[in-house]
């Protein structure tokens, strides 16, 4: 239905109402005796209301007949553009709301990704701080770093010998030092450090190099060693070294 139906249809209704209203007036009431002051007062209050719905009617009609076809359409389509407008305008403060959900997401992950890259230099500066210190501890100790000739192909090893201890570590690649003890099974039947030494070296190849190093109490190891190589035709080197002198790295070994 259009505008100017639902107008006529008001305008309709109203007059009906205002029919029936006199209709109610004219009517002879059946009520107890009143003064005629009463009387007149309510009958012009009915008057008074009458003259403003009669009014109203007017005005409505007043309206209707103003406003032609043409200006309803026109109305309508300005009403209809206006309806479009606002759709346009909610679109985009969607839009916006979405743009500023995935600016969120995108925050977050940022976030994230600080977090984890924030955890890799805390890692970073532990290793760093690890190594300082190890550097530290190196220079502290003045541990001498060894390294097979230039064009040397055979494998080198440095061997730390004192009386109850023997260590060994390979030249040029970072280990962890191998220790030979006695095994302590008894007094008398007990294998000494040298000869678990010894045990070991001979699962070596020829192509084999060994550096000693000797320590003051560990001269009778050194002869016992020293005596086996010569029989094996094994290559050595040797060197005395004090009893405070740190020679290998109890993680890297002989290495840097």
């Known amino acids: 239905m259009s505008t100017s139906g639902i107008m006529i ?20 009431a059946i009520t107890p005796a009143v003064s005629l002051e009463d009387t007149i007062s309510q009958l012009q209050h009915e008057i008074n209301e009458l003259e403003r719905k009669n009014a109203e ?19 309508i389509e300005n009403l209809q553009t206006v ?15 979405r743009e500023i ?15 984890e890259l924030q955890q890799q230099i805390i890692a970073g500066q532990r290793d760093v701080d690890r190594m300082t210190q190890e550097l530290e501890i190196e220079a502290r100790e003045n541990r001498p770093i060894f390294s097979l000739p230039r064009g040397e192909n055979r494998d080198g090893w440095i061997v730390d010998i004192s009386a109850s201890l023997i260590q ?14 006695s095994d302590g099974k008894s007094r008398f039947f007990a294998r000494s450090p040298q000869q678990a030494f010894l045990e070991w070296s001979k699962q ?3 192509d084999t190099y060994f550096f ?7 001269v009778d190891a050194l002869q016992e060693v020293t005596e086996d190589f010569n029989k094996r035709d094994v290559s050595y080197g040797f060197d005395l070294a004090d009893s405070g002198q740190v020679l290998l790295h109890p993680i890297r070994g002989a290495a840097e």
Not at 57 to 75: C, G, R, V
Not at 83 to 97: T, Y
Not at 213 to 218: A, I, K, L, Q, T
């Open 9 to 28: 249809m008001i305008v309709l209704i109203l007059c009906l109402e205002l029919i029936e209203s006199q209709e109610i007036s004219a009517s002879p």
């Open 57 to 75: 009617i007017n005005s409505l009609i007043q309206s209707a007949a103003q406003m032609t076809a043409s200006e309803l359409d026109e109305q």
């Open 83 to 97: 309806n479009r407008l606002l759709n346009l305008d909610l679109e985009g403060l969607q839009a916006k709301w």
């Open 101 to 115: 959900e995935d600016h969120q997401s995108d925050r977050k992950m940022r976030r994230d990704e600080l977090a």
């Open 212 to 218: 000693l190093f000797v320590r003051p109490d560990g």
């Open 168 to 181: 060994v570590a390979p030249i040029g690649r970072a280990e962890r030092p191998v220790v030979f003890t």
């Open 204 to 206: 070596k190849g020829t």
